[in-house]
């Protein structure tokens, strides 16, 4: 039946040369009058354990940096010492990466705010959502009085290390750790 519906499409495509796209948006039509060719619609990065995308924890800061994968390194958390250094991640995805202190700077830990997903819970989801797609997530309130937001880590055994960072007010995630989310408050 997709066979029939995408057939239809680029038929349809080739005789009007507009772009079509399908019922559930997941395949567009690119058309000409010459020819049509089908090209996949882009997704939400994924996140892991490992990391987000091609931004994965133990990768240098020049390597990702030559990929246009994050900005420029700045000093960070004053509380961490002088030689505590950042960068912000690269469009599509909204964040930043903390890097170790030696030398070559390496992806320590990454917070993510927007422009992934893990296993389809990203920025603006409920705990609900969060519980559904990972069942042994822990649930910490103990930082709700301090910093505004419930930690929810799940273990390496549930789906690998991450925190999210779930919004006392909102109730909605604001920020997801790999493995865990930096603070310096």
Known sequence: MRHISACAGLIACAAIGMPAVSAT???????????????????P??????GVGAVKLGRTYASLRAAGRLGKIAP?????????????LRAPLRGS???TLG??????SISVRGGATARG????ASAAQIRAAF????FDRRGEATFGITFVRVPQGGGG???????TTTKRVTVIGIPRIALCE
Not at 45 to 50: K, N, R
Not at 121 to 124: D, I, N, S, W
Not at 135 to 138: D, E, I, N, Q, W
């Open 25 to 43: 948006g997941a395949v567009e039509h690119s058309c000409t009058t010459a020819s049509c060719e089908v090209v996949a619609s882009a997704s």
């Open 45 to 50: 990065t994924t996140i892991t354990s490992a």
């Open 76 to 88: 960070v958390c004053e509380l961490g010492g002088p030689r505590t250094r950042s960068a912000p």
């Open 97 to 99: 990466v903390d890097l």
């Open 103 to 108: 030398t070559p700077r390496r992806i320590a």
């Open 121 to 124: 819970v990203g920025v603006g």
């Open 135 to 138: 069942p042994r997530a822990v």
């Open 161 to 167: 290390r991450l925190e999210f960072g779930v919004d």
